[in-house]
């Protein structure tokens, strides 16, 4: 190739890059990407983080009251019929032969994925102010993971993978952990269930802010290639504490670069210093391994930093070996009212025992139903009925209408 049309490739993707960043962060101007200098001090944080870890997963033992995550080897795994706590599973991928371990890792190298089927698939790596997807394409992405200085980079975090005819070959390259195979929202069809899983690629220092789960889901977690850093608040710690906004100066920003450096290193300072202001505190602080899955339970905090170029998935859901049931049920039935009535009639159908359980749930707390099941088994029925007298299409036209009207919102 000649060098002329290799510096108009170039100057293409330093283009498509340079438009992703400025549609993700509209108020910053691309100086301001890389103004906290914190490319300059990562090497450094990374080495601090080894100076108090002993174990291969670099567990923190700073402090006497961090609490440890639950570390447990493959074949333990698949004898579980129950996991509730934050825990790192070893092994999955190689165990459960994900072609991933082959395939993804050459997406990181700008060399192997300049050839790879994926390099024109576009993926998302960051939200406009009105919510609207940036997508980039990976062959673009690939030379900026090489590249950037930025504070905190874009990261591809990408949910409709499975859209495109090439890149949702991504599915093929995992299979879900056996544990966590029994999902109760795969009762609900995809196009009602709200985003689950997500492939993640993203350069070091790129990563998560801190967060709960949506819908009171569990996830889990598969690092492919890289290292990533977590930390895990129990549910019962306030947001405050966990998100340790006392320690966010002026002109910092809560990404998770920032938060991991300074601000959670500053919380366990004071957290030390002044115990009695934090009584209970609890912070699961460790590494995350290629080859290992971190478990997340409903409702705990948790925030990742990528401590090196990362490609992995993640996938959210509810089930009972993972005991987020009546959580979810209580999240659903108002946050996603009609999705709440659709999977109640399929949970009464497969499920009739945690079917009983969400009504008494529902009695227990007094609460009706937006969308009552029983009126709406009725109304379905009229319907099938109706495309098997007359024309389906005109029915079909008529099911669509309703639901346009009975659309709730997320
Ligand atoms: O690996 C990460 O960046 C964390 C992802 C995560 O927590 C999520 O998708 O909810
Ligand atoms: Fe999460």
Redesign the pocket.
């Given at each position: 190739m000649g060098s002329r049309s290799q510096s108009r490739k170039k100057r293409t993707a330093q283009r498509r890059i340079e438009s992703a960043k400025k549609g993700h962060r509209t108020s910053f101007s691309l100086h301001d990407w890389s103004k906290e200098f914190l490319y300059g001090m990562f090497e450094d944080y990374k080495k601090g983080l080894s100076d108090f870890h002993t174990f291969t997963t670099e567990f923190t033992s700073e402090d006497p009251r961090d609490s440890v995550v639950r570390e447990i080897e493959y074949d333990e795994f698949i004898k579980l019929d129950m996991l509730t706590e934050p825990s790192l599973i070893r092994d999955i991928p190689q165990r459960e032969g994900w072609s991933a371990i082959e395939n993804w890792p050459k997406l990181l190298d700008p060399k192997t994925a300049k050839v790879h089927k994926f390099r024109n698939c576009k993926f998302k790596c960051g939200e406009d102010d009105d919510g609207h997807k940036i997508k980039i394409r990976l062959k673009y992405f690939s030379s900026y993971i090489e590249k950037n200085r930025d504070d905190s980079p874009l990261?591809i975090?990408d949910s409709t993978f499975d859209s495109d005819n090439v890149c949702k070959s991504i599915l093929n390259d995992f299979k879900v952990p056996s544990l966590f195979r029994k999902d109760l929202f795969t009762l609900v069809s995809e196009s009602r269930r709200p985003p689950y899983r997500?492939w993640?690629l993203?350069p070091e220092r790129s990563?998560?802010t801190l967060?709960i789960?949506p819908l009171a889901t569990a996830?889990w977690?598969t690092l492919i290639k890289g290292k990533?850093r977590w930390v895990l608040f129990p549910p019962e710690t306030s947001k405050r504490v966990a998100k340790a906004s006392a320690f966010r100066y002026k002109g910092e920003d809560d990404e998770a670069s920032q938060y991991f450096m300074t601000m959670l290193r500053r919380l366990r300072r004071d957290a030390k210093k002044y115990p009695d202001k934090y009584p209970g505190l609890k912070i699961y602080e460790f590494t995350q391994y290629e080859g290992e899955t971190v478990f997340?339970p409903n409702g705990w905090w948790?925030a990742?930093l990528?401590l090196t170029d990362t490609v992995?998935i993640?996938q959210?859901f509810v089930s009972e070996q993972v005991g987020n049931f009546d959580a979810a049920w209580l999240k659903t039935r108002t946050g996603r009212k009609k999705m709440a009535c659709k999977w109640y009639l399929q949970l009464e159908d497969k499920y009739p025992h945690l079917a009983k359980r969400a009504m008494e749930l529902n009695r227990r707390d007094n609460f009706k139903m937006k969308y009552d099941p029983d009126s709406y088994r009725e109304k379905e029925k009229q319907s099938r009925d109706r495309t098997s007298n007359g024309s389906s299409r005109d029915s079909k036209r008529a099911r669509k209408e309703e639901d346009r009207k009975n659309a709730d919102s997320p």
């Open positions: 990261y975090f997500w993640l993203g990563g998560t967060h789960d996830a977690n990533k997340v948790h990742v990528n992995g993640t959210n």
